[in-house]
């Protein structure tokens, strides 16, 4: 056999397999309800709609985008790719500032960066259904301005 022979048949192997889709062996579920019983849930596959928030140390999904700026990300998830399966953590900035529906493995043990949501989702699949603008970072405050009339006297006088 030649090896121009051989890819044709590479490809009709590869168009005769199937993958099962995830969504059918994934149990559909609101976040509130999946931090309500997380014992119910450990280490399944869940498909959820949130919010996500994908910025430097602040990877999350919430129910809404109104509980983004809150304090209240106990009631969030912390979005942890490349943990075993699902997203490479360099493919997470896409979903930023973006609501999506989400299939994933949840952890309850482990509460995410600092401890500060109520568990972890480890994406699978992930669409994107809308946008938001919560989560970005406040800008930093003006510098103080040159121009400035303030001119403090120094705190010691150099004696010669």
């Not at 121009?4 to 590869?14: E, K, R, S, T």
């Not at 919430?62 to 979005?79: N, T, V």
Request: proline fraction near 10%; glycine fraction near 8%; charged fraction near 20%.
């Amino acid at each position: 056999m030649k090896s121009g022979d051989l890819i044709p048949l590479l490809l009709a192997l590869v168009g005769c397999t199937t993958a099962r889709p995830l969504a059918p062996m994934a149990e559909q579920v609101d976040i509130s309800a999946l931090l309500a019983n997380p014992v119910a849930y450990q280490d399944k596959l869940v498909h959820i709609t949130g919010a996500v928030v994908a910025r430097f140390e602040a990877e999350f999904i919430c129910p809404s985008a109104g509980q983004i700026d809150s304090d209240r990300s106990k009631e969030c998830l912390w979005l942890a790719p490349g943990i075993g399966e699902g997203f490479a953590p360099e493919e997470l900035p896409r979903f930023h500032k973006k609501i999506v529906v989400l299939i994933g493995r949840f952890n309850k043990d482990f509460l995410g960066h600092m401890g500060a949501y109520g568990g972890t989702i480890v994406p699978i699949h992930v669409q994107i259904i809308g946008s938001h603008s919560k989560g970005d970072i406040p800008p930093a405050p003006p510098e103080p301005s040159s121009n400035n009339s303030f001119k403090p006297n120094p705190l010691r006088r150099f004696v010669q």
